[in-house]
């Protein structure tokens, strides 16, 4: 009996230290493609003119408008971004896991914040309205006029 008493107790430290050696929910933006962003709350972004980068591929739709390091997941109206990877297949191979860079101009919303796309791991999503240029990106894109 006592045997077993000393087995539950250990038992019971043994799940308390790790429930204890967890990390709480972070806030910010996620550090790697599975962690979810869990970004803190914040609301919707207004409709507008965004430009940025655009890196798509296997499981990857990622804005990052010109001026920031945050990562959106965009979605929405994108079938002229797909339309110019189809006729650029230079750019993107739909068989392998390549990924394409593109510099776009989209009219769209920008989501609260919350955890959207593969893995939850972009802390906004920017739902496209309209496309209005898409090009292969290129360093300084984002310094150009205009951009």
Avoid at 4 to 28: E, F, H, K, Y
Avoid at 47 to 64: C, D, I, N, R
Avoid at 83 to 100: G, H, I, K, Q
Wanted: charged share 20%.
């Amino acid at each position: 009996m006592k045997r077993v008493l000393l087995s539950l107790a250990l038992l019971a430290v043994a799940i308390a230290s790790g429930c204890a050696a967890q990390q709480g929910v972070q806030t910010g933006v996620g550090s790697g493609w599975s962690a979810p962003a869990n970004p803190a709350p914040s609301p919707a972004l207004p409709t507008a003119v965004y430009e940025g980068k655009l890196v798509t591929g296997f499981e990857t739709s990622s804005f990052s408008a010109c001026g920031t390091n945050e990562r959106w997941w965009l979605e929405g109206n994108d079938r002229p971004i797909a339309n110019f990877l189809a006729s650029r297949s230079e750019l993107y191979s739909t068989t392998a896991l390549d990924d394409a860079s593109l510099f776009v101009r989209v009219r769209g919303t920008p989501s609260a914040t919350g955890n959207f796309g593969h893995g939850g791991s972009y802390p906004r999503r920017l739902t496209v309205d309209e496309v209005l240029d898409v090009r292969p990106y290129a360093d300084g894109d984002c310094r150009r006029p205009g951009a």
